[in-house]
């Protein structure tokens, strides 16, 4: 009998996922403190919560017997993931649960710019009967632009068609075929925000995507154009949306996300052109029905040893492989998200994947998951995991090819990943060895060796005196410390590349800095995780 524990309120329809099973034994404690958990989890298989629990390491050391940790929800701050990995317990979540709720929230939202109905009725209830003031406009003929294709983003593009709009789409992962089939046109970043009547955000809030729409977009928009946030706060940049706003550029505007929440001063909230929600887009009786059967059906198929999609850490292996992989899980992963930020423009279309050395005596599939996981981590903004990453790369058309070969000389085990796509290549390689952990060794062919720290940078420029004093001298007058760097060149005068490990963050003034004061071909600077 499996035995699960219940400490937040999940709904009846959840509840019964458990309770119908003849094999579960559910004990409901809701609302129980961290030292009534810690006493009694060790008598249970699994524990479901929803965001009041924390559940602590204090927690998950207790749980002798514990298996899995379920949330009824997509966020999983409130669970240390790190030690639930670490005592061998699998974290699930239900990211599916909110996807039809998000997008037709979005649309109502689509809706309510087209129409000024806040702003309506607003007027009405202070006593005025302003027709002529709120004439709206149709949404029939008009042209959608949806920056991220992702689930949300593809239902927001199928409501949008059945009102006669068209669709322009950009996102980094969108093969013609998924366009063809979607009834959307594939474009870029800025072809989609300039044709676009009405602009949408649906993507991850990462470092790529950060403050993604600014100035220069909005620059590049139609006079009159209306956008929406609805995604995570900071992906438009909220004080170039203001000066689009004073400008005309922007006539309209919706946010249910912000940079900071609550939005409490947010200039934006002082236009009555902007319409302003509390963070509701996931708040519907469907959607937390959904998320709590979602995640009460995945805790009874993994405690019976069935697979669910949406594990947040580590899947199930045997305690002897798990301490032989996670080395080059970890690896692969770093791989994979510094390919995925050196690609440019970043339109992955295939994952070449090759192994060598004694790695390969192991299944090699969670290591191609991870490195396919901090790849698609760069740009997505549904949840990757170790299970959904094959998926989704399948999803999205991506080609995952994978190649082993036996141990050569100086390389007992090593992995090098090769992503393409329409406008390039790139490829790193990486190694894992007793007395020297984890070293990135090669990029796009050019010798280098360093350990792979939070923050690194990496120059292309031509061989020749001074450049390395020259960086150093731009970084250290930005109070940034060096911590390890390395020159790979094929021959002397010619093309070079320059991997520095750094202490702390580098802006992007000292970027640019480099980039102008040394003439490099290129400079880029990348972060671990994406």
């Known amino acids: 009998m499996h035995r699960i524990l219940v400490t937040d309120p999940l709904s009846e329809q959840g509840l019964m996922q458990l309770t119908g099973a003849a094999d579960v034994e559910v004990s409901q404690q809701i609302g129980a403190t961290e030292d009534e958990i810690v006493a009694m989890i060790g008598d249970f298989d699994a524990l479901l919560v929803r965001s009041q629990t924390k559940v602590t390491e204090r927690i998950l050391k207790a749980g002798r017997r514990l298996r899995v940790v379920g949330r009824a929800g997509v966020g999983v701050d409130n669970i240390d993931v790190r030690a639930a990995t670490k005592a061998g317990v699998l974290v699930i979540n239900a990211p599916d649960g909110n996807t039809v709720t998000t997008a037709e929230f979005t649309f109502a939202m689509i809706l309510a710019l087209a129409r000024h109905i806040p702003q309506a009725r607003a007027s009405l209830l202070a006593g005025k009967w302003e027709r002529s003031t709120f004439q709206g406009f149709e949404l029939r003929g008009k042209t959608l632009g949806v920056v991220g294709l992702g689930r949300i983003g593809a239902e927001v593009a199928k409501r949008a068609q059945v009102f006669g709009m068209q669709v322009t789409a950009y996102d980094p992962f969108l093969t013609p075929a998924r366009a063809e089939k979607l009834g959307v046109r594939g474009a870029s970043l800025l072809d989609t925000i300039a044709t676009a009547d009405i602009i949408t955000v649906h993507t991850p809030l990462t470092k790529e995507t950060k403050h993604l729409i600014g100035d220069k977009e909005f620059a590049a928009m139609k006079p009159g154009v209306r956008i929406l946030n609805c995604a995570r706060g900071g992906i438009i940049d909220e004080a170039a949306l203001a000066r689009a706003l004073d400008q005309g550029i922007v006539a309209g505007a919706a946010f249910d996300v912000f940079e900071v929440e609550p939005p409490v001063g947010n200039p934006l909230l002082g236009y009555s052109q902007v319409i302003a929600t509390p963070h509701l887009g996931a708040s519907t009786e469907e959607a937390q029905v959904n998320v709590a059967v979602d995640v009460a059906d995945g805790v009874v198929r993994l405690l019976r040893g069935e ?13 002897e492989t798990r301490a032989a992989l996670q080395p080059f899980m970890d690896l692969a992963q770093v791989l994979g998200s510094l390919a995925g ?6 339109d992955v279309r295939s994952v070449k994947i090759h192994y060598e050395g004694d790695v390969t005596s192991h299944p090699v599939d969670p290591l191609t998951r991870s490195a396919l996981k901090g790849i698609l981590s760069c740009f997505q903004q549904d949840e990757v995991n170790l299970l959904s990453a094959l998926l989704i790369a399948e999803e999205l058309g991506v080609d995952v090819i994978e190649s082993k070969a036996p141990r050569t000389a100086g390389h007992p085990s090593s992995i090098r990943v090769t992503l393409q796509g329409t406008g390039g290549e790139v490829t790193l390689l ?36 001074g450049i390395i004093g020259r960086v150093g001298s731009v970084l250290g007058l930005a109070g940034i410390n060096i911590a390890s760097m390395q020159v790979g060149r094929r021959e002397e005068g010619g093309q070079a590349i320059m991997l520095l490990a750094v202490d702390r963050p580098v802006a992007e003034d000292a970027v640019r800095a480099i980039r102008d004061a040394m003439d490099m071909d290129r400079v880029t600077y990348l972060e671990l995780p994406c």
């Open 341 to 346: 930020q050196l690609l440019v423009p970043a």
């Open 430 to 465: 990486g190694s894992v060895t007793r007395g020297h952990g984890m070293r990135i060794e090669e990029i796009d062919g050019y010798p280098v060796d360093v350990a792979p720290t939070a923050a690194m940078l990496v120059t292309w420029h031509r061989d020749r005196p």
């Open 307 to 319: 697979s669910y999609p949406h594990t947040v850490n580590l899947p199930p292996l045997p305690s």
